[in-house]
């Protein structure tokens, strides 16, 4: 799929949406709110939708996340009518850029909202073993399976959802930067993930941002507000057991590790934040420089 709101300065639209399936939905906030531009997603049962992140918190221009959710569960409910549905807003994790949203749903009816702390996360879905063990949580003739996967972030998770056979992965899995917290408990994360899809069937692995490039090896620079030519969203099951190798090999190195669609940051990796802060601002310069060539 090609995202307009990555590829086109000013494109307009502050959530651009992508069918999925019938009952699934793709929901990416705009480069030009975010540069984030976290993806979140919409899935929906018979008794239930389950809302998962809620975006980052906009600096430019209103972020109509409620507005857009509600007139999708409004059409969903259209063709599959049901009295008093439910919406739970759910996260991957708690990082800012997925939960900022989460007040836009605070006084809607019918709606609860979980917490964002691991003791939180555990209790609403179950997970008495936390980060051992799955939880099934149940929307209405579509059971998910509730993985945690902490190393990222203490409360991080992984949905599994056998009708699409899709593993949502939040931050854990995704094509760019792999920012690692907890080193140990993110290879055990990865470990858990790789043994669970070789037990069940997965078409593809939709983590939560797109921050690589279709040339291998290189990401657009953090704090991009345009990126073209993005590499893919979906991931497949070798991705994953590909970066499980790589996290191992790289779990004694500190710093920034590059690979073909994306990068382990081990660490604070300092000397490649500023790498990145330099490739943003000659970024930034050369789009001026060809604005200006084209004005004259």
């Known amino acids: 799929m090609r995202w307009r709101t990555a590829a086109e300065p000013g494109a307009g639209a502050a959530i651009e949406a992508h069918t999925l399936s019938s009952d699934t939905l793709i929901l990416r906030q705009a480069l030009q709110q975010s540069a984030e531009a976290p993806l979140l997603y919409l899935l929906l049962g018979s008794d239930r939708a389950l809302l998962l992140d809620t ?3 906009s600096s430019r ?3 109509p996340l409620r507005e857009t959710v509600d007139t999708l569960i409004e059409r969903w409910l259209l063709r599959h009518p049901c009295d008093d549905y439910e919406l739970v807003v759910a ?17 809607r009816r019918f709606t609860r909202v979980v917490g964002h702390s691991a003791a939180e996360v555990a209790a609403f879905f179950g997970l008495e073993n936390w980060p051992a063990g799955t939880a099934e949580f149940d929307l209405g003739g579509r059971v998910l399976q509730v993985i945690p996967a902490p190393g990222h972030h203490p409360s991080a998770v992984a949905i599994y959802d056998p009708s699409t056979q899709s593993l949502f992965t939040g931050d854990t899995v995704y094509p760019g930067r792999l920012y690692v ?9 990865l ?9 069940q069937p997965v078409r593809a692995v939709l983590g939560a941002h797109i921050e690589m490039s279709s040339r291998p090896g290189r990401d657009f620079p953090r704090g991009s507000r345009t990126h073209r030519n993005e590499a893919p969203l979906p991931m497949t099951t070798a991705d994953l057991h590909r970066i499980r190798a790589a996290a191992a090999q790289v779990a004694s190195h500190p710093g920034a590790h590059r690979f073909s669609n994306f990068i382990i940051w081990n660490g604070p990796c300092r000397a490649e934040s500023a790498r990145q802060a330099i490739r943003l601002l000659g970024s930034r310069l050369g789009g001026l420089w060809r604005r200006a060539d084209a004005a004259g």
Request: hydrophobic share 40%.
């Open 55 to 57: 975006g980052d918190q």
């Open 61 to 63: 221009g209103a972020f």
């Open 91 to 107: 996260h991957t994790h708690a990082h800012g850029d997925h939960v900022a949203g989460d007040a836009q749903f605070t006084d």
């Open 191 to 199: 470990r858990t993930l790789c043994d669970f899809t070789a037990a």
């Open 181 to 189: 917290a907890d080193f140990p408990a993110f290879e055990a994360s």
